[in-house]
C-alpha cells in the first residue's frame, strides 16, 4: 500500500477563523487533531451538503465577507 502524499498549502486565514480551528482541534480529547485535520473534516462534511446547502455556505462566505 502506497503512503499518502500531502502536499504543503498556504491559505489566507483572519484572526478569528485561525481560532476557531485551534478551539475545534482541541475538541477531542482521546485523539490528537491537527489543524490539518479540521479542515480535512470540514470538506468531509461540505461534500455531504446539498448542492443549494453547499452553495448558501460558500455565499455566507464570499458574500458577506465581514461576517468572519
Not at 502506497?2 to 486565514?13: C, E, T, W, Y
Amino acid at each position: 500500500m502506497k503512503k499518502a502524499r500531502f502536499k504543503r498549502f498556504n491559505f489566507s486565514l483572519t484572526e478569528s477563523v485561525s481560532e476557531d480551528i485551534d478551539a475545534i482541534s482541541l475538541l477531542p480529547r482521546n485523539f490528537k487533531c491537527s489543524r490539518s485535520d479540521v479542515l480535512k473534516a470540514s470538506i468531509l462534511s461540505f461534500k455531504t451538503m446539498s448542492k443549494a446547502e453547499q452553495i448558501e455556505a460558500l455565499k455566507e462566505v464570499c458574500v458577506n465577507k465581514n461576517n468572519d
